[in-house]
């Protein structure tokens, strides 16, 4: 079956049950955001379009996939030939998603998705909606999957595993007795762990259930007595059993959540509507009361503990061995004419896979040349890259999970003399990222008094980079982690956007221009306290990326004398922290590529 | 009697009324922030403190004023002596206000204030804390008022007038239609606007209630047939009596609003709980549902139209006159030996006075020498000035209101040859100025977005200034308006925070060292469009304060090449608007002050 087809059945589905608009998101059953299950991809099964975000919106004489500008040129190349209509989020003239689907759906119809991916406050918000037209929400329907049928992946099964006191810094029953503390805070009775990560943080173990996370499909509650994880038992081996009932956590048959659930009356529930989908939320007995707030343990991930700093310090590390070994593979072998995108992600894959503890990408590398490069999110495959030319830049976005910690990083490579725009563009991208590095702040600041300083050079060019500036980093969890993180503009909601320190963020500015070019560079920063005095707590970043920028692609002239010196200081700080792992080559390299600048 | 007998006689009436807690805050029955008539100064008049911004709070055996940072070193000093002790707000250890309101009621006990000061919005919220302490609220008792009996002043009587439509761009009728769309959009059938400036704007009249702003003491009430002015009789001569008739607006006496809202049944109101008053709102009844939001007339007032904008930059043009008037005065004349804080700034004022269509200041001049200028609001009066000595600096922020518009400026002038150390300091705060008055930015940026751009050097010195960095400016109105404005930290409310353009908006950063030195340099910065592309609109800055800085106060060294040439291209622009306009003299000098500086 093509797209059209897939698309046709879905119709005919539809035509059959009576619903006028079907919804189909990005999200599993626990609303992740990025990577979930093969088995969940509806979307992508459907419409064609691989990217990691975006939805789609059938009706009976139109659908659009929706999706945001780190995807519009992979979009518009993967929905070619298709009859789905691309829906550039943000743009002037396009209508948002969820305005769309009410819109849609005529006076006295029927609007339908699968309540299991849908949160339980998106399914409320559009059944308030849609009662001013007597319209009527079906929340039971996986027409996607049905018309997948026997095609479809069935839900993964890997087993999980524990992570010791010396990864975590913290034992089980310290984390489960700091989130009871904050249930007693908030007078809740019950806390239902509904993102995937969460269940892995308290318990201190990971699984292999989706790529590049180490997470497992998994629910827990928790009581002032009891926590219950829930969980397909093939996932569990003989040691990962006896662990758990060394820290009495009782295991309970993953599709066991609604049941259990629906057993609860007259308790005080803690579970975000956003996190929770709508299904189980439907099987909340009306005589509970709930508390719709974030997860404490959101918050307790993003601030890490000393030993997380330490181990994560290690890992970055390594990531820094093994992209000073990429760099000059790269450089010294471009124009040798046989590299492409793909073998030079795949080079790099090697390089850290041979560093200790290494346990998968912490995200699928984009490794993109020069055009390529301008689609934020682009992906080489076995079917489509790029021949790799010495000339203009490679684009490498690429991270590693580790037993130590997560690290993401992204580095622009010159392939050769860069024309003087380009270096220009480089430039200034550097400055940008220079300038949040080097930012001192009050405590209290949020990521969206940041931003600009990251920003602000490319506004300055009327040039933008239409994303988000960093995001939180997990531990030997997912890459990307709230709640804080760096984007203009006003603040989704105030809790937790709060620099506090302990907290990861990235610091990834850019410039894509369509057809033509991609610079991204990017460290992690760790939130760290600076001086105490009469005005409060100052804040500031310790680097925890060690990885030189390109002294090829930089135009100094542009730079300012504060700005040559943090650059040389940084440099200096890299080759002190991995001359000695690397090789005699490598090392000699890694000399001159840290090597001081000076104005002209 | 003086500030403890004040005290006491207050005490003695709470305990007469059973009152535990009694709370005076600032403003007066329209919320003013700021200014307001001398008969609402009743937090100053009981404490001694005469900043604009604050509260007091009396128990049986504490006095405590509240005020922020900008007004420690003022109240230390006016509270000498007193037994009121100074909160300083958002410092470690000082409660807030509120909290302490609630924390100090005893468990069935009662806290008292004069429900037409406080808000309705505030009272409420104490309303619902105090429930949990089976406490009751008394909130019709003005025990300051009653003490201070018979010296009290009484409410102000002062002629209000007209502005024709050369100076507002837009006639009353006009206005009032603008509101009605406004007020369709949200279903309200009644419109009551309470801010001062509220009903200023919508009928084109000002007035000389309160000094340094053009308002009366006036409600007024929309609904889509009627407009009713509430406004003591006293004020109406027959010209504006016939001009309100003419406009079909309805006058009743200030005081039946009370009654007048009472009246109203089933009805929408739109009316802010933050900006009602308790009592007024204890008129309305139950069966009426109230849309609790801003006045649409704020944000129509912030966003200038074209009459106004050139206006306002006309007023400017005049501001500059009078500014460099005054600089080379000082300059010229500080080592003769008679100058001092007053003498000064009324050498200023006399200047602007000269002004055509000149009004009054738009708010009390701020004339503060060397180490009285770290207390950011400090007033120098009759009884208490300082000498002007040529070694040091002189912060002056002052404006005029001119029928053309508002003005407020702040210039520090070097006496002499500053230390290197001042000169530092001067040129970071020139460097955060700059940095935010050559911005560009996407439409949909907040004020919270940008304010680290003039923040940033001082925060890189661990140093804070501990207030905003700018703020709206009214059209012959309040010279502080919102909604917007420059802050950091989290928004208070997302709605309205948004930049647009015809937006005035201060660029005021500063240094404040106590006992030591202050400084700050503010412009007003009009915001406008920029280029419009494939990432959005863009939005920018347009100054509007045409003034010279004090090159004799610069240190070069500390200068990018970037800012040289912004700060070469303002001073040529301050000259171009400027020179034609001033004496022989004043024009050679400022022909001086305006000349081009390099890096050496």
Redesign the interface.
């Known amino acids: 079956m093509n797209v059209n087809e897939r698309i046709a059945a879905v119709r005919a589905l539809m035509a059959e049950k009576g619903i006028d608009v079907y919804y189909i998101p990005n999200e599993d059953d626990h609303l992740s955001q990025e990577y979930t299950a093969e088995y969940f991809q509806c979307k992508s099964w459907i419409s064609g379009f691989t990217g990691e975000s975006g939805c789609v919106i059938i009706t009976k004489d139109f659908a659009g996939l929706w999706t945001d500008g780190r995807y519009f040129t992979q979009a518009e190349n993967e929905l070619k030939g298709s009859c789905v209509t691309l829906m550039r989020m943000r743009q002037e003239g396009v209508p948002d998603a969820v305005d769309f689907l009410v819109d849609q759906t005529p006076e006295e119809g029927t609007l339908g998705f699968d309540g299991r991916v849908v949160s339980a406050a998106e399914a409320l918000g559009l059944a308030r909606r849609l009662r001013f037209k007597k319209a009527k929400l079906v929340t039971g329907s996986d027409l996607a999957g049905e018309v997948w049928g026997r095609e479809r992946p069935s839900m993964p099964a890997a087993e999980i595993y524990t992570l010791a006191k010396k990864w975590t810094g913290e034992s089980a029953d310290e984390r489960i007795g700091r989130v009871r503390q904050a249930m007693k805070k908030k007078g809740a009775d019950v806390l239902v762990l509904t993102a995937l990560e969460d269940p892995c943080w308290l318990l201190n173990v990971r699984g292999n259930d989706i790529a590049c996370t180490p997470v497992a499909y998994a629910f827990a509650m928790v009581t002032m007595k009891k926590v219950s994880y829930y969980i397909s038992k093939e996932k569990l081996n003989k040691k990962v059993k006896d662990y758990f009932e060394k820290i009495h956590v009782t295991i309970r048959p993953y599709e066991k959540l609604a049941a259990d659930l629906s057993k609860l009356h007259g308790k005080k529930i803690w579970a975000s509507l956003n996190q929770l989908n709508a299904d189980l939320y439907s099987h909340l007995a009306e005589d509970n009361s709930i508390i719709n707030e974030t997860s404490p343990v959101l918050l307790f991930r993003a601030v890490k503990n000393s030993t997380e700093i330490r181990n994560l310090k290690n890992a970055h590390v390594k990531d820094g061995v093994a992209m000073v070994q990429f760099i000059r593979w790269v450089k010294e072998n471009v124009s040798k004419g046989d590299m492409t995108e793909l073998s030079a992600q795949n080079y790099l894959y090697d390089r850290r896979a041979e560093q200790k503890d290494y346990i998968e990408p912490s995200f699928h590398t984009i490794c993109a040349y020069q055009a390529n490069a301008a689609m934020m999110h682009y992906s080489a495959t076995e079917d489509s890259y790029a021949e790799i030319r010495p000339r203009g830049v490679l684009l490498v976005d690429s991270g590693g999970t580790y037993k130590d910690g997560t690290t993401d990083i992204t580095r622009t490579i010159a392939l050769d003399e860069l024309t003087d725009t380009e270096k220009k563009y480089y430039t200034m991208v550097l400055k940008g990222h220079l300038a949040l590095m080097?930012?001192?702040?009050?405590y209290?600041?949020?990521g969206?008094?940041?931003?600009?300083?990251a920003r602000?050079p490319m506004?300055?060019m009327?040039?933008?980079y239409?994303c988000g500036t960093g995001h939180g980093v997990g531990h030997v969890l997912s890459v990307h982690e709230g709640p804080h993180g760096i984007r203009?503009?006003?603040?989704r909601k105030?809790e937790g956007?709060?620099l506090e320190p302990g907290m990861i963020v990235t610091d990834e500015p850019g410039i894509y221009l369509p057809h033509e070019i991609g610079i991204r560079i990017e460290n992690e920063l760790l939130v760290v306290k600076?001086?105490k005095?009469f005005?409060?707590q100052?804040l500031g970043f310790e680097t925890v990326t060690y990885c030189p920028y390109d002294l090829d692609a930089i135009d100094v002239k542009y730079l300012?004398d504060e700005e040559i010196d943090q650059l040389n200081d940084y440099h200096a700080m890299v080759y002190e922290k991995l001359a000695g792992l690397l090789g005699e080559e490598d090392r000699k390299w890694l000399a001159e590529a840290t090597g001081k600048i000076e104005k002209k």
């Open positions: 080097r930012a001192k702040f009050l209290g600041t949020a969206s008094n940041l931003d600009i300083l602000g506004w300055q009327d040039i933008d239409q203009w503009g006003l603040p105030s956007e709060r600076g001086t005095n005005y409060g100052f300012t």
